[in-house]
């Protein structure tokens, strides 16, 4: 059965770090772009980072770029996104998605092109 599952989330204070990891079963994600989408509430959905398949280049949007960074463990079979600096505006339920299409990041960011598989997603808050 065809799983991603987000884990790592929860409650930091302004400043703090966290690790969010997503998890996949059933597929290889190391052959497939993941991306990390968010949601806050009352907000639409905003796609926040991409890693390319086996290459590992990566896509940040602005509001993220130099404080989040996006990276796999292939032996886990994970995608891992490491948050630093969090801001109160981070707060939001954290989603991963995968595709396995040819297209850059930044489409896939933007949701010009829908990525395949989600997860249920993990909800960080950041408030003090």
């Known amino acids: 059965q065809v799983q991603l599952v987000e884990s790592g989330g929860g409650l930091v204070q302004p400043g703090g770090s966290l690790r969010l990891s997503c998890a996949a079963s059933?597929?290889?994600?190391?052959?497939?772009?993941v991306g990390w989408f968010r949601q806050a509430p009352g907000k639409e959905r905003e796609g926040i980072s991409c890693i390319r398949p086996s290459s590992g280049s990566t896509y940040y949007a602005d509001s993220v770029k130099g404080r989040f960074t996006i990276s796999r463990d292939n032996a886990k079979n994970t995608v891992n996104l490491q948050m630093n600096s969090l801001k109160p505006e981070d707060t939001a339920v954290y989603y991963c998605?995968?595709?396995?299409?040819?297209?850059?990041?930044?489409?896939?960011?933007?949701?010009?092109?829908?990525?395949?598989?989600w997860g249920k997603g993990t909800l960080v808050t950041v408030s003090s």
């Open positions: 998605a995968a595709v396995p299409n040819v297209h850059l990041c930044s489409d896939y960011v933007t949701e010009r092109y829908a990525m395949t598989y």
């Open positions: 059933g597929f290889t994600l190391n052959y497939y772009y």
